[in-house]
């Protein structure tokens, strides 16, 4: 299950990357004008991946201290 969270929060910082990368394409063809509205797409995957990151690391945390607990028994 680590690796899968893992695997989703890089999936997010991907998304994140190539809508940024588009962000900038447009800002060059379009100008800011019209390419400003395109930062709105970026907030969506920029959210998802703190999200992602934070219930990651909570995750850790937990099944950290569930492994303390069984070594102490």
Same mark, same amino acid.
């Given at each position: 299950m680590?690796?899968?969270?893992? !695997?989703?929060e890089r999936f997010w910082l991907v998304i994140i990357v190539l809508? %940024?990368?588009f962000c900038v394409y447009e800002f060059i063809i379009d100008g800011p004008?019209? =390419?400003?509205? !395109?930062?709105?797409f970026l907030i969506l995957p920029i959210f998802m991946w703190l999200f992602r990151r934070a219930l990651r690391?909570?995750?850790?945390?937990?099944? =950290?201290q569930q492994? %303390?607990?069984?070594k102490k028994k």
């Amino acid at each position: 299950m680590q690796k899968v969270n893992l !695997y989703i929060e890089r999936f997010w910082l991907v998304i994140i990357v190539l809508v %940024a990368l588009f962000c900038v394409y447009e800002f060059i063809i379009d100008g800011p004008q019209v =390419a400003k509205w !395109y930062l709105l797409f970026l907030i969506l995957p920029i959210f998802m991946w703190l999200f992602r990151r934070a219930l990651r690391k909570r995750m850790d945390k937990q099944i =950290a201290q569930q492994q %303390a607990s069984k070594k102490k028994k």
